[in-house]
Structure formats: C-alpha cells, structure tokens
C-alpha cells in the first residue's frame, strides 16, 4: 500500500523517488503533499480561544498592559520555560509594561511556583502572576498569590489532574476539560497562542492606535527553539513553527542566540538537531548547575557584550555538566545491570545515589532509557532529604500519567509531567514501593512497545547515492524530531574500510560500495556498547549498516555522512 502511494506522490507531485518513499513512510496522503512539504502558519494557526481559558487569560493580560501593571512572569528551568519567559517578557516590554522574571533555582526552590518566591514578587509590586510552563498543579503556591491580591494566569503544557487551582486563567491544551486538539504544543506554543490573543484584544481596545505593533512573527525562533528541545511531537503547527522559527534564526538577529551559536562553534545556518544537541544544552547548563536565570537573560538580551559574557558562561557551564554526568552515568548504568541480571524483564529502571547532582538526573534518565529501551527513572537527594529525580520514557508508555497516579496513591510527595517525561520527589523509605508501583503500572504499556521495537528503514542506499542533492530532497519532508523522526537508510554489503574510536566514545568507519565511493559513518557514544564492538570487529569485511543522513560542511565542501542506529552482518 505504502509503495503505491508513494509512486502516487512521485507521479503527482514530481518529488524524487526516495522523498515519496519517506512521505508515504509516515502517513502522508497524496493531496496532503503540498501542505506537508512547505508547512505555512497563517494555514495551521488555530483561534487562540480554542484553548479553554484563553479569553479570559487575554483579558487579564491586556488589563495588566493598559493599566500599566507589573507582571511577574514565573517560569521553570529548562529552555522551554526560558523561552517562555522570554516570549512573554519581549511582548511586554514592546508594549511599555513593567515585568519581573523569576527562574527557580532548581536545587534550592525545585520545580513550579513557590510561596516564598510569591510573596517576593508582591512585595516588589506585581500586580499580575503568570507562569509558564509550570503551575497547572501549584495548588497552595497559587492559593498564597491570592491571599496577596495578587491575580494569576497559568500558561502550561504538562498533564493536568481534575482539580485545578482557583486563578483568573489556566491556558493548558492537556487540562482535561480542554477539547482543542493542541495538546502536541510545548509551553512556548502557548504562549505564543496567548500572546496572538493578547494582540488581538489589544488591538480591539485601541491599545495600538497610533504605535507599531511588535511582530510576532519575528519571535517564532523561540518558539522553535522551546519545541525542538522540549522534544514535544512535531506534527501540524509544531512543524510550521520550527521550520519559520529556522529561518528566523538564521538571520541571527537575535544577540543572544547568534552568541551561543558562536559559543558552541556553530558556523553554518542552524538546523533542527542543532538546537537539540548544540543549543538546548547549553541553555540548559543554566537551571542544571548554574545560574537558572541566564537563559532568559540570554535570549532577551539586546547588547551584545553581555550576550557574549553570558552565552561564554553557558558554554562552560555545559562542559561542567557534561564531566558531572559522566560519572553519574556510569554509575546509574551499573546499578541498572545488576538489577537486570537478576530481572532481565523489568519494565522500568529506577536508579539512584546521594552523590549526583540532581541538576543531572533527567540526563542520566534519558541515557538509560537509550541504552536499556525501557523507561527510566534517576533520583538523587535534595537539601530535605527526599529523593528527586526525571524520569524519561519509550513511546506508548506513559510515564507523567504513572507518576501522577503515583502522588494520587501517597507514593510520591509530588511530581508530573507529560507522557515521555516527568519528575517527582519521594520519601527515601519509599523508594522500594515506588520502583514496585511504577514498575507494575507501566509493565503493560513497556511489553506492547518491546513487541513493536523494531528498526523501520524507508529505504536502501549505496554510498554513491547518499550525496548532497539527496540529501536536500530528503530535508524538504523535515523538521525532523519527536513523532517525526528521521529518516532511516539501509546500506547492503559495504566493505569497512576503516574503523575507529574516536572523540568522548564515538566510534567511525568509512563503508565502500561496489563503484568505490566512500561513505563516511559515525556512531555516538557507541564504544564499549554491542553496536561498536560490531563495526571495529567488521573492519576489511562486509557489513550491513543502517541510520540517517547528515551534511558534514568540514573545510568548505558538503558530504553526507551517516549516522550509524544498527550493524548487522551479511548472511552467508
């Protein structure tokens, strides 16, 4: 069926054959071509006020820039929250009015408002509280917003209880009685959609005669940025805000980014898996071990020394994080094999060790959900004493759901999420009750994944095919990353020509076709793992291989290289 669609497409919309392989690969239909391939906004761009709340969120908004209000803007620690403080923090200050940003300090505060930090900006003269990418289950924090007078609108994307709390406003497409079907959006997505809605009432009331409006447009780099690193699936608007927000980006106007890019020795024009592996993490170095409030202040920066100074101290800091989590790494993954050796089934690792640093433990989830295929939670020790921890998890397992029901039923003293991440803190005596409770509610959920883990190739390549005119084909079906995943091509009986470890536990090798065309392949973090071992054993023989294309721009030509996901030998 796939096969005679994508003859479909190629006949019908003249794309390349391997392009309409890739399209009919991932559902596209023949007449949805046009749209998928160049995904436009003023096309996908939904009425904000599908989003329950969003009117009256708007309404207070605009209040607060009329009047001239501070606005406290409230935001978590990661690049999604920075981005969303950042999003909302330019509105307002194109607008004339007053705010105030506040980053929790991971560690000290831990995740979502608190009263402490409340009350501080009341005392400093907020009129107004809105946090972003947090909140949706801040239930006394907010309860003290308003013992202080002080009015809040929450602007989130985590999943949400029955219960909510008692605010103006709560915009959250996965609130449950929210029917609007944008519950693929990360929190920058809301507000964005908040803030055409604000523009709009604003625009209604006058506000705007006679002064320019801020583009909003101009902001979707942003919003791109938060929805790449947030790892949310790129479907619909998702794919028409990152691919708008890339080519805002590479205009470099904004300081802040235009510095990290530098910092993080990005000469050409970003593409979507920079923002994931090269900007993401340095913005998130902030909230990890830092100061969680330079990314904000990065990316709403408009002088360029300090955008320098700051995007030089996020680059270090992020070397910093990479040694802390090395150790922690090796470590989670020791505890997880004697676990497994006693349980090789076990649907869920939970690691964890007082020694790590808890602005680490997400990373050293996500490395043990890549090397063991099942969810993973890594929990260190806070300053109460209670573990906290991330959990990261494999698709159809949802992992803030279980954690949720997890606080519901006493386990946990908090926690949430969404379905491929989530974070909780627990009492260390329940730690054995919890590792059972998760274990046994997502076993289920882990058992259906494993049945249908299996590595799904769009098509097969030579080396001599995979060449930059190729490649730009394949790219016109991107962004690609969660949900949307690159595409995969198998390699058949190429000769390893070369094979070595290279770098921080990279391995590579060159694979030779039959007409003599090098292709060069690289494998991260694959030494010492069964995927390594296989390519430097495979050197001067022959070897199926099998992963997705990449430009490598090295010394001012263009090559594909590929990266390496699976090896397997030839038969006979």
């Given at each position: 069926?796939?096969?005679?669609?994508?003859?479909?497409?190629?006949?019908?919309?003249?794309?390349?054959?391997?392009?309409?392989?890739?399209?009919?690969?991932?559902?596209?239909?023949?007449?949805?071509?046009?749209?998928?391939?160049?995904?436009?906004?003023?096309?996908?761009?939904?009425?904000?006020?599908?989003?329950?709340?969003?009117?009256?969120?708007?309404?207070?908004?605009?209040?607060?820039?009329?009047?001239?209000?501070?606005?406290?803007?409230?935001g978590d620690y990661d690049v999604d929250g920075a981005c969303s403080a950042a999003l909302l923090a330019e509105y307002l200050r194109a607008a004339g009015t007053p705010y105030l940003i506040h980053i929790?300090?991971?560690?000290?505060?831990?995740?979502?408002?608190?009263?402490?930090?409340?009350?501080?900006?009341?005392?400093?003269?907020?009129?107004?509280?809105?946090?972003?990418?947090?909140?949706?289950?801040?239930?006394?924090?907010?309860?003290?917003?308003?013992?202080?007078?002080?009015?809040?609108?929450?602007?989130?994307?985590?999943?949400?209880?029955?219960?909510?709390?008692?605010?103006?406003?709560?915009?959250?497409?996965?609130?449950?009685?929210?029917?609007?079907?944008?519950?693929?959006?990360?929190?920058?997505?809301?507000?964005?959609?908040?803030?055409?809605?604000?523009?709009?009432?604003?625009?209604?009331?006058?506000?705007?005669?006679?002064?320019?409006?801020?583009?909003?447009?101009?902001?979707?780099?942003?919003?791109?940025?938060?929805?790449?690193?947030?790892?949310?699936?790129?479907?619909?608007?998702?794919?028409?805000?990152?691919?708008?927000?890339?080519?805002?980006?590479?205009?470099?106007?904004?300081?802040?980014?235009?510095?990290?890019?530098?910092?993080?020795?990005?000469?050409?024009?970003?593409?979507?898996?920079?923002?994931?592996?090269?900007?993401?993490?340095?913005?998130?170095?902030?909230?990890?071990?830092?100061?969680?409030?330079?990314?904000?202040?990065?990316?709403?920066?408009?002088?360029?020394?300090?955008?320098?100074?700051?995007?030089?101290?996020?680059?270090?800091?992020?070397?910093?994080?990479?040694?802390?989590?090395?150790?922690?790494?090796?470590?989670?993954?020791?505890?997880?094999?004697?676990?497994?050796?006693?349980?090789?089934?076990?649907?869920?690792?939970?690691?964890?060790?007082?020694?790590?640093?808890?602005?680490?433990?997400?990373?050293?989830?996500?490395?043990?959900?890549?090397?063991?295929?099942?969810?993973?939670?890594?929990?260190?020790?806070?300053?109460?004493?209670?573990?906290?921890?991330?959990?990261?998890?494999?698709?159809?397992?949802?992992?803030?759901?279980?954690?949720?029901?997890?606080?519901?039923?006493?386990?946990?003293?908090?926690?949430?999420?969404?379905?491929?991440?989530?974070?909780?803190?627990?009492?260390?005596?329940?730690?054995?009750?919890?590792?059972?409770?998760?274990?046994?509610?997502?076993?289920?959920?882990?058992?259906?994944?494993?049945?249908?883990?299996?590595?799904?190739?769009?098509?097969?390549?030579?080396?001599?095919?995979?060449?930059?005119?190729?490649?730009?084909?394949?790219?016109?079906a991107g962004p690609f990353g969660a949900g949307q995943p690159e595409p995969t091509f198998a390699f058949a009986d190429h000769r390893v020509v070369d094979a070595r470890e290279v770098g921080n536990g990279?391995?590579?090798?060159?694979?030779?076709?039959?007409?003599?065309?090098?292709?060069?392949?690289?494998?991260?973090?694959?030494?010492?793992?069964?995927?390594?071992?296989?390519?430097?054993?495979?050197?001067?023989?022959?070897?199926?291989a099998a992963g997705t294309l990449c430009l490598d721009r090295w010394g001012g030509g263009e090559r594909v290289e590929l990266r390496v996901c699976d090896v397997a030998a030839p038969s006979g």
């Amino acid at each position: 069926m796939a096969a005679t669609i994508a003859t479909a497409i190629a006949q019908g919309h003249g794309v390349p054959d391997v392009l309409a392989r890739v399209l009919a690969g991932r559902g596209v239909a023949v007449h949805e071509v046009p749209g998928f391939l160049a995904p436009k906004l003023r096309d996908l761009l939904p009425d904000p006020h599908q989003l329950r709340g969003m009117q009256d969120a708007a309404a207070r908004l605009a209040d607060a820039v009329l009047a001239g209000e501070i606005v406290a803007i409230f935001g978590d620690y990661d690049v999604d929250g920075a981005c969303s403080a950042a999003l909302l923090a330019e509105y307002l200050r194109a607008a004339g009015t007053p705010y105030l940003i506040h980053i929790p300090d991971r560690i000290i505060e831990g995740y979502g408002p608190n009263t402490e930090a409340i009350r501080a900006l009341a005392e400093r003269g907020a009129k107004l509280l809105v946090t972003v990418d947090c909140g949706t289950m801040s239930h006394e924090p907010l309860a003290e917003a308003a013992r202080l007078q002080l009015d809040a609108v929450v602007l989130d994307h985590h999943q949400a209880p029955e219960a909510l709390p008692a605010v103006v406003a709560i915009v959250n497409p996965n609130r449950q009685d929210d029917l609007s079907g944008l519950g693929h959006l990360c929190a920058a997505g809301v507000v964005f959609l908040t803030l055409v809605a604000l523009n709009r009432e604003l625009r209604v009331r006058g506000f705007w005669t006679g002064r320019a409006e801020p583009d909003l447009l101009a902001s979707l780099d942003l919003v791109a940025l938060a929805t790449v690193a947030d790892v949310v699936p790129l479907h619909g608007l998702n794919r028409a805000f990152v691919r708008q927000g890339l080519t805002i980006m590479r205009s470099r106007r904004r300081l802040g980014l235009a510095a990290l890019f530098d910092a993080a020795g990005l000469a050409q024009p970003p593409e979507c898996w920079h923002l994931g592996f090269l900007v993401g993490p340095r913005i998130n170095a902030g909230g990890r071990i830092g100061d969680a409030a330079l990314g904000s202040r990065l990316l709403l920066s408009n002088d360029a020394m300090e955008a320098n100074r700051i995007a030089a101290e996020l680059d270090r800091l992020n070397r910093e994080r990479q040694e802390i989590e090395k150790t922690a790494v090796a470590e989670a993954e020791a505890q997880a094999l004697r676990m497994l050796d006693g349980a090789p089934e076990a649907p869920v690792i939970v690691a964890a060790s007082p020694d790590w640093h808890p602005g680490i433990v997400g990373l050293v989830a996500a490395r043990l959900k890549e090397r063991f295929h099942r969810p993973a939670f890594a929990l260190a020790t806070n300053g109460d004493g209670n573990l906290v921890g991330s959990a990261r998890s494999v698709a159809g397992a949802d992992i803030g759901r279980a954690v949720r029901a997890a606080v519901e039923a006493g386990i946990a003293l908090k926690g949430g999420g969404h379905a491929m991440a989530a974070g909780v803190t627990l009492a260390p005596a329940d730690l054995p009750r919890f590792r059972d409770f998760v274990a046994a509610r997502l076993a289920d959920a882990v058992a259906q994944a494993w049945l249908g883990d299996a590595l799904l190739i769009d098509a097969t390549l030579t080396a001599g095919g995979a060449n930059p005119g190729l490649f730009a084909a394949i790219e016109r079906a991107g962004p690609f990353g969660a949900g949307q995943p690159e595409p995969t091509f198998a390699f058949a009986d190429h000769r390893v020509v070369d094979a070595r470890e290279v770098g921080n536990g990279h391995v590579r090798m060159r694979l030779k076709s039959g007409d003599g065309t090098i292709l060069n392949a690289v494998a991260f973090r694959a030494a010492g793992q069964p995927l390594g071992r296989a390519m430097l054993a495979a050197l001067g023989g022959t070897l199926h291989a099998a992963g997705t294309l990449c430009l490598d721009r090295w010394g001012g030509g263009e090559r594909v290289e590929l990266r390496v996901c699976d090896v397997a030998a030839p038969s006979g």
